[in-house]
Structures are given as C-alpha cells and as structure tokens.
C-alpha cells in the first residue's frame, strides 16, 4: 500500500514522497481501515515539512526534495534518517477486524494517531470515533484536531478562572467551530482576523467581535473589545511577530482603564495567551509593556485532555460526533489525491498555511 | 522635609527632582526613620524615569528633565501630572514611635514600601525589620528587594516542582546572594553572565556553572549546563533581545539528548522561564523552537510571597536578617545624596543598570 513519508538525511535535505509499503494486519480489538479522507492541519506541516526552505523545492519522482538550512538542523536531530509517516487524522471505512471488534466492519469512522496520509490504517477499536450513520468520510475527517482543540480552549478558560476568549486567525475552519461553541455556551469572544472578508465571513456565522489586524485602528478597537469582554486569555494560532504582545498590551490598557490609578508594576491581573499555531513562523517579540502579570507559553491539545480527564474527553468527543454536521462542519478548497498532495504545487499551497485554503487528502 | 519626586507631565516631559514635602507625622503603632540609606534598584528604576528618552535630558533647579517619546506615553497614562514619591526600600534610625511602637526609639530598621528617597518616612512598626544591634545602615538598606527576590527563586523552583535554576545577569548583588543561597540548600545553579570578569567574580565565591553569554561557545555550554543540573526552571533579569527563548532552546535541546527519539511537538516537559527584570529594554524576541511545553512570564515578588503564604514569608525575613553581613551582603560602586542622585551624571550612571555599578542613596 500506499503511504506519504517524510525525512531529513543527514546531508541536510528533506524528502517528501510516496512510498509503498507492507500493508498493516489487525490484532485483536483492533480494525483496519481504508482511508478515504483525512485533511492537511497547520499542525501536520511540521511534520511533513520540518525545518526544510520548502522555496527551494524540486520535483522528484514520486514527491519533493528541498535542501535544510543549517540553522535549523539541530531541531532536526532526532528525526535524521528516519521516515516519518504523516497524517495526525482522517475517516474511513472498516475493512478488517481483529477479535471484538468484528461488528465495527463496514461502518465508517474518525480517527487521530498518526499515519493516515495512506491506503490503509490499523487503529485500537475502543480509540476511533464512530461516524453517524449516513456521514461521510469528508463530514468525519476533522473530527479530532479542530472540533477538540476549540473545546479544549474553553475548558481551558473554565479551568483557569477567565471569562472571556481571544482568537487569532480567527476565520479558520477552527476559529469558525469557536464562534459556534461560545455561542453556544455563553463565552464573550473577541476574535481577530486579518481582512474585511474575514471580518465578514465571521460576522455571517454570527460573531460578535471581530477585529481586522490589518485595519489602522486596531489596537483601539482591540481595548475596546478588551474592555467589554473583560478577556484576560488569548489563544494565538500565529505565534510570529508582534501579534501575542500586542494582546497583552491590549488585555493591561483594558485592566487599568477600569481599575484607574497608577501601579508601577502594572495590574495584578494576571494576562494570559497559548500560542497553539505557527501560522507565521518568524520569531515572536514584544514589548514588555502590560506589566509584571503576564504569561506566554505553548498549548498542545493532547496534554491539556489529561488534565481535563478521561470523563471530560468522552464528553467532548461526544459532543463533537452529535454537532458533526453543524458546530464542527468543515470546509476544504483543495481535494488532492496522495500523489498530488507531494507535488510541488500542492506543498506550496498547504505549505503557505493560508486562512481559507484547506487541503483535504483523497488517497483513492 | 526633602522627598525625590518623578512627575511625567501631560505634554510628554519627565521632571524628576528633589522636591519640598511636610515631613509625616507617626500615628498609633507607627514609627518614624531618619532615612540614612537607601539603593537604587533596578525595578526602582522604572519609577524614577519611567518612559523618558534619558539621553536627552537636561539638568534643572535640583534636577533634570527630559523628554518621553509619543510611543511612550499610553503605559505613562495613569501617572501624568502625578507626582511620584521614589525608592523602595531603605534603612534608617527611629526618631519618633507612636504608641505600642515607643521601644524602637533609637533602633535601626530596615523597611519596604515606597518614598525612601527622602529625609524621613513614617511607616507601620509591624512591618519593619528590625536590624540587629550594631548593624550599620548600608548593611541594612538592601534587606528587602534582593535578599527575598533571591530566596523567592528557591522557593518557586520547590513550588513548582523543579530541581535546578538558571539565572541571568548573575553577577549582580542579587546573583551573589543566590550563589551562596544555592550553595548552602544544595541546589544546582546555572549561572548566566556577560564577560570573562563576571564568571572569575562568580567562581570566586563558589558557584560552579558559570557560562559567559559573550563567548561562542554559548550554547553549547548552556545545554551541557542544562544536561548536567536537569534545569527546566529560569530567572531572567535581561528581558530585552534573544536570551530568554535561548535559554528555552538549550533546555530543550538537553531533555532531548537525554530522552532520545524524535517528538514532532518536542518533549512534553514545562520549561519555564521567568522574566523579573529588565536590565535591556529592548523587544524580547525568540523563535519557538523547543516545542509546545514552554512559559514564559513575569515574577513579581510580593504576590508571589502571597501564593507561599505569611509563615514562610517572616521565615524567610528572619533568614535574612540572620545572615545580613554573609549571604545577604550587598556591595555599593557609588554613594549619592539626594541631591546628587537626581544630577544628570548620576542618572546617566544608574540609569545605565551595569552589573556591578550599583548606587547607594545617603540623604544625610
């Protein structure tokens, strides 16, 4: 069968191609499924591209090289030589069963783990997500990263005693879930896009704030925003360049607005923004100006499910199978078979991680 | 009485200047000093300049003004037109008591809480630390900031579930103190500091990670400091440029040699890095290259004494007024008056914040 590989060789280059491969046998409680869909996520194209200049990409046969600079090697090391399959997530049907799981044969299902930019998957039954009746692989696809990671940012702000949300790159197929869920929960969130037909896609699905951080007054309408919603924890998807400061600076202006008086040592408050993204990935830098309570740190969805708990996780991923066709629809530009997914083209389009240009992999 | 004052003004000018006040009268249960020594502190600083441009200041009747750039202006908001009483702590002889304080008639303490570059200030008897016999007031002006800042990181390593510290600019009077803290409890210490001098100053009092941020082989001693200690823990006193996501890389780059094998989110150990002070002024700015388990944020020492609770709090003061002239020894480059310390010289010299070039404030 067929599977995408990616590895950096020693000598500084990356290869990003089709391989064959022996196809996976089912143990017992275990099913094996046809993939017949499974997106390209911002958070797989550190994988599938690591640290290569991907600008420097030449076809090859059956995929892409691209050379590695030497600066970002080191961050390379553990992966050199090695053939990494990729694909965090997709859907599929059950063509095999191990012992106990026979009755799953013929049923679609969602699942996370790894490898599904392939022909055939092999997962633990007890972990794939049952698909209604009646969806489609496209419709169950996005089941996990997207759907759990908006849930998770507002178990988040329940756990650490925020009220509000701010999200950058808001419009995303993620950011649109958001909207959806605090909606419906009752979160005040204040959601930050790069364009007026952002700002319009997200206020046509019912968005409250939505704040354009192209536009010349939007540090004023960010503290505005700030001061509304009382937003005290941010959720940034960019992670480069000045936009994770910018919020704390926007968070402290709100703060000491309402509270009056000077403190030297600014609010006591304390600031937060997750930076759960590298849509952009120069470095982050900022201005120490909100004060000594602030904090900046990295969100990764799999850690933070530990710590809301097994009875939580069930919850949500609950949740997410009965709201699939609503709350967590996705959508998609491009359907690229997995051949053409390691064409040049179709890297430089996924690559460039644009809001609104999704990859969504079609093996057959 | 003679009082510093720092006043930023609505059209953007800072006057800072020894200014004419009443002097305080003492209440029940307070006492009142005859300030005889007071340092200049880094987190003072901001206080006594705030935003200004001090390279254009000018020297006035009793002081200098200079300009603060339009940019600077919305963090000096709730300040303008106010003006500022400076110092955080001092020493200094009780001259008056009100009741239930009268026995400290004629003792020397140490004290915290604002306005001690002046003649006298009155503040609560119980809050005073009260020096033991024949310490001088140099030897008692630095109880406070540096001592408790330096024993408040030992603290947070055990709050929080680390082993080891890393620190910058540690060659400062705080950085000695940690040296000789660490050294006594048994906890590994990284030492950060920039020149051949500061390493030769710290290996003479005993520290034994000792790596010179100038030198080119930086990092790969920083890591080889990270594998050995374990450090996933870091005080920052910079702020300003690169140092705090370097520190962030090598400690990553050291849990990965120890663990072995490739983790696209990097390892799933906090590294965390505090940021308490900023000695550069410039943008912090880092590329996110030690995977998703990171913190950055900034350490306040007063809130984080609330979080250990009031019984470690007056131990830890006991600590240090048993270990004055050892551990908690400060050294002073220059001795200013009041009328001296706000003199365009003299600003240009603290305001420099240069490790080893520390003032001591002499009213008197």
Chains 1, 2 share one sequence.
Request: aromatic share 6%.
């Amino acid at each position: 069968m067929r599977q995408i590989h990616s590895t950096i060789t020693a000598d500084g280059e990356l290869i990003l191609a089709v391989a064959e491969v022996p196809e996976p046998e089912v143990g017992a409680g275990e099913i094996k499924l046809r993939i017949e869909a499974a997106p390209i996520n911002p958070s797989d194209i550190g994988l599938l591209t690591g640290a290569a200049d991907v600008s420097q990409m030449v076809a090859i046969d059956g995929g892409i090289r691209a050379p590695v600079p030497a600066a970002g090697m080191r961050a390379m090391a553990a992966r050199v030589g090695h053939a990494m399959p990729c694909g965090n997530e997709g859907a599929g049907t059950v063509v095999a069963a191990g012992e106990g799981a026979e009755h799953l044969i013929g049923r679609r299902v969602a699942i996370i783990g790894g490898a599904t930019y392939a022909d055939y998957r092999v997962v633990k039954a007890a972990e794939a997500l049952l698909l209604p009746e009646g969806a489609t692989a496209e419709q169950g696809a996005s089941c996990f990263v997207n759907p759990l990671t908006a849930l998770g940012f507002v178990e988040t702000m329940r756990h650490e005693g925020h009220n509000a949300i701010i999200h950058t790159a808001a419009a995303s197929n993620l950011g649109q879930m958001l909207v959806k869920i605090c909606a419906a929960d009752g979160v005040p969130l204040v959601n930050i896009v790069r364009s007026a037909e952002q700002v319009a896609l997200l206020e046509a699905i019912g968005a409250t704030h939505v704040i354009d951080s192209s536009a010349p007054d939007f540090m004023k309408k960010l503290i505005a925003a700030c001061t509304e919603t009382g937003a005290t924890l941010a959720f940034d998807a960019i992670g480069g360049g000045g936009l994770a400061g910018q919020i704390l600076t926007a968070m402290e202006a709100a703060i000491n607005a309402r509270a009056g008086g000077y403190s030297r040592y600014g609010s006591e408050v304390l600031k937060q923004v997750y930076i759960y993204g590298g849509l952009d990935m120069a470095p982050t830098t900022f201005n120490r100006g909100f004060g000594m309570a602030w904090a900046m740190g990295g969100w990764l969805l799999f850690p933070r499910m530990k710590i809301f708990g097994n009875a939580k996780f069930a919850e949500l991923k609950q949740r997410v199978a009965n709201e699939l066709t609503t709350t967590f629809a996705s959508h998609y530009s491009h359907r690229v078979s997995l051949a053409q997914m390691v064409s040049p083209e179709a890297v430089a389009g996924w690559q460039a991680r644009r809001t609104g240009q999704k990859y969504l992999v079609v093996p057959d």
